[in-house]
């Protein structure tokens, strides 16, 4: 669905081109470690995983190898941190969720290069340690980016990178979309909800959605980000769809009653008219920035 504009919590209108990122909304004052904590097995099934080209560009720009030493913010079930450990490099996983992070270990428990600590990453303790690069997939948003490019700089060693990794909800011209079909089932149990809208067209979220997109810039502590686009689908069933929607965000904030009425409603109408192929369009992206020595005041 098309979701929020940068600036916070939801316009249709989005500025300068900028689409919010699957299930991810900007940083707030509720505590991000329990929105998808107590849900974690339906996130861990349900919520998409990256491309293994985006992972091919992160290791032709920063030279990621066996020796590298990598930080992940925000790691969910382990999604990404997969992917980075099959690399070979040592991998240091934050994640605020509990719940989550033991997923994480669970899944992750044949590699012996991974890690997982529980906690935020403004309040994280690095005792000393600097890493090569810092990872962040749908999770940057979540962090204050007040603390957190100022974190990120202090736990890179010089010249190492950042990289961020979104997954973007599209759809394409002509092609069922499941919000369309369900806009009254929306409006009945959350009227005038700000976050209810189609999804971006795909073509306009390449042709506009340009630098950091809706992250914060982090000013002269890094330079400019590296843009790596990837196209990806997901297939569901009816219910299967349904979990999906349950593991995002905005469904998340909504009432469980209403929620779950909802949900119900648009399995039911989604099974009917789609039966068990259903789409969910993204264009993945990475975005890769080196780390800038800062001049001093």
Not at 70 to 86: H, P, Y
Not at 89 to 97: F, H, K, L, N
Not at 135 to 161: F, K, M, Q, T, Y
Not at 247 to 256: F, W
């Amino acid at each position: 669905m098309r979701l929020r504009s940068a600036t916070g919590s939801g316009s249709a209108g989005l500025p300068r081109g900028r689409w919010q990122t699957a299930g991810v909304e900007p940083h707030s004052e509720q505590d991000v470690g329990l929105v998808f904590n107590d849900v974690a097995d339906l996130y861990d099934r349900s919520r998409p995983t990256y491309p293994e080209e985006l992972f091919a560009a992160l290791v032709a720009t920063t030279g990621l190898n066996h020796s590298s030493r990598v930080l992940e913010i925000g790691c969910g079930t382990g999604q990404a941190t997969r992917s980075l450990a099959q690399l070979g490099c040592s991998v240091t996983a934050v994640e605020p969720g509990a719940a989550l992070a033991q997923r994480a270990r669970q899944n992750l428990a044949v590699f012996g290069n991974v890690e997982i600590e529980t906690s935020e990453f403004e309040t994280w303790e690095d005792a000393g340690r600097r890493f090569d690069v810092l990872v962040a997939a749908s999770s940057w948003h979540w962090v204050d980016p007040l603390i957190g490019w100022r974190r990120a700089h202090e736990v890179l060693r010089p010249g190492g990178w950042v990289a961020v990794l979104e997954n973007i909800v599209v759809r394409r011209p002509g092609e069922p979309e499941v919000y369309a079909m369900t806009v009254d089932l929306h409006d009945r149990w959350s009227p005038g909800n700000p976050d209810w809208g189609d999804p971006p067209l795909e073509d306009d979220v390449r042709a506009t959605d340009t630098g950091w997109g809706l992250i914060s810039d982090p000013g002269e502590s890094f330079g400019p980000p590296i843009l790596t686009w990837c196209p990806a689908v997901q297939w569901f069933d009816a219910s299967g769809f349904a979990d999906l929607l349950r593991a995002t965000s905005i469904y998340r904030k909504l009432p469980g009653d209403d929620r779950e009425h909802l949900l119900s409603e648009i399995a039911e109408r989604i099974g009917t008219r789609m039966g068990d192929r259903v789409p969910r369009r993204y264009l993945s992206v990475l975005r890769i920035a080196q780390r800038k020595e800062l001049r001093p005041a």
